[in-house]
Structure formats: structure tokens, C-alpha cells
């Protein structure tokens, strides 16, 4: 097999030469040769593999902080080590990075030789024709240059390209949209990343949690979690809003798979902007919703127990669902009811159970997602709830540092609780659900997509077309014939050449039969 | 039907599959064992009596000079009626459910041996692969006892984030690529093999069990072939699957475990592509990357559905 001539394919690379220059030029030989691209390809494989064994900061920051307590030997050497974050790791981008400068500086000399090899007419019939892997040799009864002419006009109308030598030879060439295929592809490769970097600088993505009935609308306060590439700032946000009118979600409970999710979708009342016309839409998983440019997907869902409850006072300071967050695949969610403004504070942790029960060894948890009989595990507290010291809280933990625990109990909807000591009462009154989504804007995903698809379509073109060569030599014989020697030549190697001899030499040879029959 | 009788007789095509191939890998075992390969059909040009206008004479070897061809034949015909059946299997278990047959990895299994059945067929046409056989029979027939043992469960509906035509279009290409690459990946061992023979015994024309085989080159050719055509499937499988994740989670590339073995398997692919343009590389090296290309599909089927915490978990086992 022959590769073109600017791709080195060297085995044993040279020693460097001295003396600056001559070193760079050495240095920039070996990063864009064929060797280098291999190895880098390879490297790149290995660099991926670690952030598929580690739990990643990128999807999964809570089992991060998992790992990290449990191994605490290895966890902060890995750490430092970008183990954690391997997709953004430096040691993982400049495999990346230096495999697309190899692959640049590989491509763009071959672009100048492939034009030029465009331009060049296919080269001269080698001496012998025999040697080739596709041979045939015939005699036809007329002159040579006629049956030459022939074959010209034959190989033409087959789209080869032509150059003949009067007499003695034609020579054809076919497939140069190999190598156009194969540098599109690369190219091509090279706006997939570019692709890429665009949507990480200019996009944004949030999640947020909605509860059934409230509403949500798009600006940074709003969001749970919010990341945003460094050229995107958060007032460029579309000012467009929804309210969460209805969540349904269905499990599975055939035997097969009890319990899976089957169904889930959500009934949003959306507007583009304050004050326009409120348009009804539902989402559901694979259908998100459009928003100027933003993307609104569903992508989880949990229960929000309603509460009042009553201070020592017995006025109501507490009203309100809460946000409880599943913790398995049953949806044992658990969650947190904090009431600085109580006489005295109040707190509460929580377990909601959809589908309540009590076993010895696991204590309170579901066993089923659907709220088929629905129940709260409640624990009281009361003293400082540590919320005045300014530092920010989490709403989904309560810190019982400096408070005392005053009582637990289990309630099904209905049920009030007196707590002891006069603190009050809180009502478990019933529950909604909760809707969690994520909104994202990437504006270089199309760009990404594109190019995907004209990278594919080069490298099929790359792959399929199959560049060759061929040569038709036409010898007189004593008796006022032809002896025709059709040979063809692959440019790349599994060339299945013999097809194209015989085609071409049958097609020659049906010219000459209805002459000969008049003879 | 009941569905129960649909499930049953889904089962039962299976089952029926794996009796029909454990006889075509006696039948080819017993061919391999026969005796030398059957010659490759030789192409001599042949210059006929002057005014003669024939030319190209193919030559075929005789019949008797091929011990062997007979079991090969049979075991051919029966691979043949397995995959018939397998794919009868798979379609009812399809019907049963009510959805394409991969909601689970005992569907995958068994419509992924149907893609390696198929390609194997498909490749056969045009070529004689008889001496092929032993080594594709062999690995399905291991490949369906593990998914009717281990995987085995029974048919529900998707969860959500599956029910997507994406999701039919990513998984069927997948399959035809796993089908594609355990080709190679067998080719890719079988030239590595017959590499060492021909290197022991100093020649292309080797004797023993080896000398069933096509020569180490036509063998690393036709690996080359087979990645080519599955290279750029892979290729639409992995964005065909980005789109999906694109309109399933709001983004089309997140690292994800499953995401990122299936990134893994594209890059040893196009290194294995490179590895055949590269002198040095061309033979067994090549040939090491193709298998290992082959095991990161493996990986990204078991250990990301077993063991890794991944979006795609939803093997259902
Ligand atoms: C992101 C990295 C790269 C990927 C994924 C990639 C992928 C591929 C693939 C799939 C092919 C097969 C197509 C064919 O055989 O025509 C190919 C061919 C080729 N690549 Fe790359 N490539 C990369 C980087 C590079 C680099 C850095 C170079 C420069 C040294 C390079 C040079 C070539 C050449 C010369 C061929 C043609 C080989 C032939 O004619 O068979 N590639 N590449």
C-alpha cells in the first residue's frame, strides 16, 4: 500500500538535529506524523478511562465526597492529581489538544499536495504490466491507436481521469475523493471541537427544583445549581417563566422491574416573558420544553409533604410544602422544616415514606415509589438553629449542634402532633410533588452536530471510495491486430482490483464483436 | 396467543437456536479438523489461441482436493437456520413486550448475537468462510448460555428516558457494530495466530491446524475490511446516542460511563484505521488494537451496566 507523499509513515524517527531551528522543525516532523497521531489517539483512549472507574465532580459531586471520606489515603493524592474532574484535568487536555495540533499540521500540508495531485494527469504505464496485481492480455483484430481511442473514451465516460501517449498507452486514474473525504473528515473533526468550546464558553445550565402549584422564573436567584461558561454572564438570561400546574408519574408493578419508573410528565403553564400570553405545554422525559433558545428538560421528580405548624403561642407559623428529597429507589426521601420565627425556634428532620414500613434492621423506609399509603417520621428540635450567624444554609439539612431534641413521631396525612413541653403542634396535612429540571443553552451544539454529520459523511466517502489506477498498453501484432494489456494498480491497500480488468477488458472486447461478425 | 405463549415460545426459539449452533460447531470443528483449507480460487490470466477473445479463466480447485467442505457446508447451513430462528426469537420476545427487543440485558444479549450471526452471514455471501465459522459459532453460542443463565428476565415496558426513536436507531446501529467488531476481533486473533505459524515455519504455506486459515495478510485485510465498513456506524451510533442524551438529560456529552467506553471504542478504532496506514503497525499491532477496541465494547457493556453508577444503568438484572 502507498500513503501520499506528506505523511510520513517512518518507522525509526531520525535523531534531532542541533541548533534551534533545526530542532523545532524536528519537533513539529515528529508531532504530525502518522506515528505521533497513533500514539496520541491511544493516550487519549487511556486518559478516558479513569473518569469512568471514579465517581467525576462533573456528574456526581455527592459520591465524590463519598469516596473521598471513605479512602482517605489515596482520595487526596487523586485529587490533586485531577482525578476527580479527569475530563478537565490539564494532563487530559493537553492529550486532547496536542493530538488536534498534530492533526492540524498533518492536514494542512496534505491539503496543498492533494490539489496539486488533482492537478497532475495520471502518471505513465509503467514498462511492465504484467507485475501489477490485475492483469489481463487479450488480442483484438483492430489497429492499435483505434482500439486505444477506445479504450480513452471508454475510461472517460467512466469518469476516470485520462492521459494518453498516442500509440503506445492509456493511463487512467480514479478516486481522489478518497483523500477529499479524508481531509474533510478531519476538518471536520476539528469544528466537532470547536463546537464544543463554544457551548462551554458562551452556555449555561441550571437545575432547579419546582413544587406542584409554584412557579419558577428565569433568572440566577431562581436556581438550585447553576454553571455557566466564562464568556456568559447571568443578566444575558431570557427573561422567561413557567408555574408547575400538574406532575403525574406512574411505576411500574408488574413483577418484572416492580417499582420502575414507566411514565413521568409534567404540565407547565409557560410564558416567554412577563406579561405575555400564557401558553399551556407538557414535558416529559425526551420532551423538553423550548424556551428562547433555552432548553427546559425533566429530569427528576419527588414528594413535598404540607405541614402548619403551631407555636407555644398557638398562633400558625408554619404553613407550607417542603421539599423532601428521595434517597432510594422507593422514594424514602428525607428533608428538613426549619421556623426560626417560632416561640421558641423549631426545627424538624424528616423521613416521607410514599409507601411507609418499619423492619427491625432498616427501620423506616418505603417500599414502593407511588404513595399508596403515605407516612412521615418526624424528629423536633428546638433552641438555635444557627441561621443568624450569616453563613449560608442549606435548606435540605438542619445543623442540631446547638439544639435539643425534643420528641419523634410517625403521622399519616391528618395527623397532628402536640409536642411535648407546650412547643406547639404540627399538622401533617397532605402532600404534593415536586418537579426537578434542568435548563440548558448551549449555543455550539448545532455547530457540534454539523459537523458530526459532514465528518461522517467524509469518512465514508474516505472509506468507501477506493483510489486506483489503470493502464491500457496497445501492441500491433504481424498480422495487423492488437495485443491489449489492461493492468490496474490500488493506491491504498484492499483494492479488489480484478473487478475493474475485467470490466474494462469485456467492455473492449464487446466493441470489437459486431465487427468481427461483419468480417 | 397469551403473552405467556409468546414468552414461551420466544424462550423456546432461543433455546432451539442454541441446540442448532452447538451442531454447526461440531460440524465445523469437525471440518477444521478434516485437513488443509480449501485453495483460494486462483485468477490466471490465460492468453487463448490468437483471435481468441476469452481471457481471466478462474480456476476453481477440484472438489476432492477439499476434506473437510462437506461438514463446512453443513455447519454453514445450520448457522444459517440458527440465526432464522434466533431471529424469530427475537422478534417474538419483541412482540411480547411490545417494543424493540433491548429493554434489558437479556434482550441486548440475544438481539446482540443475532448482529453477530447476521454480519458473520452477510460477510459469507461473497466469500468462503467456512473455516471461519468454528470461531464466531463458538463465542455466540457462549455469549447466549450467559444471557439465558445469568441476564435471563422478564419483558416491562422502558422507563422513560428510553422511549425514544433515537434510542431504536442508536441501539440497532450499536448492534450491528458489536456483531461487526467481534468479527474482526476473531479475524484480528485468527491472524495474530496464524502470524506466529508462519513465522515458526518460515512460510506462507504453512502446515498443521493453521494451514485452515487464510494467510496472516489476507487475514489482517479482511479485519481491515470489516472495521472500514462498522468504523463509520460506530460513528453514527455514538452521535445518534448524543442527540438522544441530548433531548433525554439537556446535554449531548456529559462523561458519563457508558459515554465515555463508547468514546473509548471509537478512538482504539480510529487508532487501529491509523495503525493500518503506519509501517510498523500494519500487522499484529494492528491487530492487538482491533481486539482491544473489540474488549472496550465488552467493558462498556458489562462492567459499565454491572458495576459503575451511569445514567444508562437500566440493565434490569
Ligand atoms: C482526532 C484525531 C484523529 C482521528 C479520530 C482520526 C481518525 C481517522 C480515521 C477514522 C481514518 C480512516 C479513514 C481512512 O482510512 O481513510 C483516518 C485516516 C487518516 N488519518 Fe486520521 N485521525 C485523527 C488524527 C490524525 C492526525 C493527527 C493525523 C496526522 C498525522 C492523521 C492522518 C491521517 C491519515 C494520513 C489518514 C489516511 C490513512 C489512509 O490513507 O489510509 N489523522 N484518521
Not at chain 1, 246 to 252: H, I, L, M
Not at chain 1, 374 to 379: K, M, R, Y
Amino acid at each position: 500500500m502507498t500513503t501520499d507523499s506528506a505523511v510520513r509513515t517512518d518507522d525509526t524517527a531520525p535523531l534531532p538535529p542541533l541548533g534551534s531551528t533545526g530542532f523545532l522543525r524536528w519537533l513539529w516532523r515528529q508531532l504530525t506524523s502518522m506515528r505521533t497521531a497513533l500514539i496520541l489517539l491511544f493516550l487519549l483512549a487511556v486518559v478516558s478511562i479513569p473518569g469512568s472507574m471514579l465517581p467525576q465532580r462533573g456528574t456526581n459531586p455527592l459520591r465524590v465526597d463519598q469516596w473521598i471520606e471513605q479512602n482517605p489515603t489515596t482520595a487526596p493524592v487523586l485529587d490533586a492529581l485531577g482525578f476527580f474532574d479527569v475530563y478537565a484535568a490539564p494532563w487530559f487536555a493537553a492529550v486532547y489538544l496536542l493530538l488536534f495540533i498534530s492533526l492540524i499540521g498533518c492536514v494542512l500540508p496534505r491539503i496543498g499536495v492533494h490539489l496539486r495531485a488533482l492537478r497532475t494527469p495520471p502518471p505513465a504505464a509503467p514498462r511492465n504490466l504484467s507485475r501489477l496485481p490485475a492483469h489481463a492480455r487479450f488480442r483484438l483484430d483492430r489497429p492499435p491507436g483505434e482500439v486505444l481511442d477506445d479504450a480513452a473514451t471508454l475510461l472517460r465516460s467512466e469518469r476516470w481521469r485520462v492521459r494518453t501517449s498516442p500509440g503506445e498507452w492509456v493511463a487512467a486514474e480514479k478516486g481522489y475523493w478518497r483523500e477529499t473525504g479524508n481531509l474533510v473528515f478531519h476538518l471536520a473533526l476539528v469544528l466537532v471541537l470547536v463546537g464544543i468550546a463554544v457551548g462551554g464558553v458562551l452556555g449555561w445550565r441550571g437545575n432547579v427544583v419546582v413544587r406542584e402549584g409554584s412557579g419558577f422564573s428565569n433568572t440566577l436567584t431562581q436556581y438550585d445549581a447553576w454553571g455557566a461558561g466564562r464568556m456568559m454572564s447571568a443578566d444575558q438570561l431570557a427573561p422567561f417563566s413557567f408555574t408547575l400546574d400538574d406532575f403525574r408519574v406512574d411505576f411500574e408493578r408488574g413483577e418484572a422491574q416492580l417499582g420502575a419508573p414507566r411514565l413521568f410528565e409534567a404540565d407547565l403553564t409557560y410564558r416567554a416573558e412577563p406579561g405575555s400570553t400564557p401558553e399551556q405545554t407538557t414535558v416529559q422525559v425526551n420532551e423538553p420544553l423550548v424556551a428562547d433558545g433555552a432548553k427546559v428538560f425533566l429530569v427528576g421528580h419527588g414528594y413535598a409533604p404540607r405541614f402548619i405548624v403551631r407555636d407555644s403561642r398557638g398562633s400558625i407559623v408554619f404553613d407550607d410544602t417542603v421539599v423532601f428529597l428521595p434517597q432510594d429507589g422507593n422514594f424514602t426521601s428525607t428533608g428538613v422544616i426549619k421556623i426560626p420565627d417560632a416561640e421558641p425556634s423549631l426545627g424538624f428532620t424528616g423521613l416521607f415514606l410514599p409507601t411507609a414500613a418499619l423492619t427491625e434492621e432498616l427501620g423506616p423506609h418505603s417500599i414502593f415509589p407511588a404513595p399508596d399509603y403515605p407516612a412521615v417520621f418526624l424528629s423536633a428540635f428546638t433552641g438555635d438553629l444557627g441561621m443568624d450567624s450569616g453563613a449560608p444554609q442549606s435548606v435540605y439539612t438542619l445543623d442540631t449542634s446547638s439544639m435539643e431534641q425534643v420528641g419523634l413521631e410517625s403521622l399519616i396525612p391528618g395527623d397532628t402532633w402536640q409536642l411535648p413541653e407546650g412547643l406547639g403542634s404540627i399538622e401533617f396535612v397532605d402532600f404534593d410533588r415536586w418537579a426537578s429540571f434542568q435548563i440548558a443553552h448551549d449555543p455550539g451544539k448545532e455547530l457540534a452536530l454539523l459537523s458530526s454529520v459532514v465528518a461522517m459523511l467524509g469518512l465514508m466517502i474516505s472509506l468507501f471510495v477506493r483510489r486506483r489506477r489503470m493502464w491500457v498498453r496497445a501492441t500491433a501484432t504481424e498480422d495487423g491486430g492488437t495485443l491489449v494489456e489492461v493492468a490496474a494498480l490500488g493506491k491504498t491497500e484492499a483494492v479488489d482490483l480484478e473487478p475493474d480488468v475485467v470490466h474494462v477488458a469485456a467492455r473492449m472486447q464487446a466493441r470489437e464483436e459486431p465487427r468481427g461478425g461483419q468480417a | 396467543m397469551t403473552s405467556v405463549q409468546l414468552a414461551e415460545m420466544s424462550n423456546a426459539f432461543v433455546y432451539a437456536t442454541m441446540v442448532t449452533l452447538a451442531i454447526a460447531m461440531v460440524a465445523f470443528a469437525a471440518s477444521f479438523a478434516a485437513g488443509r483449507r480449501p485453495v483460494a480460487p486462483v485468477v490466471t490470466p490465460v492468453m487463448e489461441g490468437a483471435g481468441g477473445t476469452a481471457l481471466l479463466v478462474r480456476e476453481e480447485p477440484a472438489e476432492s482436493v477439499q476434506p473437510g467442505r462437506r461438514a463446512g457446508n453443513v455447519g454453514m447451513s445450520l448457522t444459517w437456520l440458527a440465526t432464522l430462528l434466533l431471529l424469530v426469537g427475537v422478534v417474538l420476545r419483541g412482540v411480547w413486550a411490545g417494543r424493540v427487543p433491548w429493554g434489558n440485558m437479556y434482550e441486548f444479549s440475544i438481539t446482540a448475537a443475532l448482529g453477530v450471526l447476521a454480519v458473520f452471514l452477510v460477510m459469507s455471501i461473497k466469500r468462503d468462510l467456512r473455516w471461519l465459522g468454528l470461531f464466531v459459532v463458538i463465542p455466540t453460542l457462549l455469549w447466549l448460555g450467559l444471557a439465558v443463565t445469568v441476564l435471563y428476565t422478564e419483558a416491562a415496558q422502558l422507563v422513560p428516558a428510553l422511549k425514544s426513536y433515537w434510542l431504536v436507531i442508536h441501539v440497532s446501529a450499536a448492534i450491528v457494530c458489536f456483531g461487526a467488531f467481534t468479527f474482526a476481533a476473531a479475524t484480528a486473533s485468527l491472524a495474530i495466530a496464524r502470524g506466529r505459524v508462519e513465522s515458526r515455519q518460515g512460510t506462507t504455506d504453512v502446515m498443521g491446524w493453521a494451514a485452515r486459515l487464510p494467510t496472516r495478510e489476507r487475514l489482517e485485510r479482511l479485519t481491515n475490511v470489516v472495521v472500514a465498513f462498522s468504523f463509520p456506524l460506530w460513528t453514527f451510533a455514538v452521535v445518534a446516542g448524543a442527540i438522544w442524551a441530548e433531548n433525554a438529560w439537556g446535554r449531548y456529552w456529559g462523561w458519563d460511563p457508558k459515554e465515555t467506553w463508547a468514546f473509548i471504542t471509537w478512538v482504539v478504532f480510529a487508532a487501529y484505521l491509523h495503525a493500518r496506514s503506519t509501517a510498523g503497525w500494519r500487522g499484529n499491532r494492528a491487530s492487538w488494537i482491533a481486539i482491544a477496541g473489540w474488549i472496550s465494547f465488552l467493558i462498556n457493556y458489562y462492567g459499565v451496566n454491572f458495576f459503575a453508577n451511569s445514567l444508562h444503568s437500566y440493565a434490569g438484572v
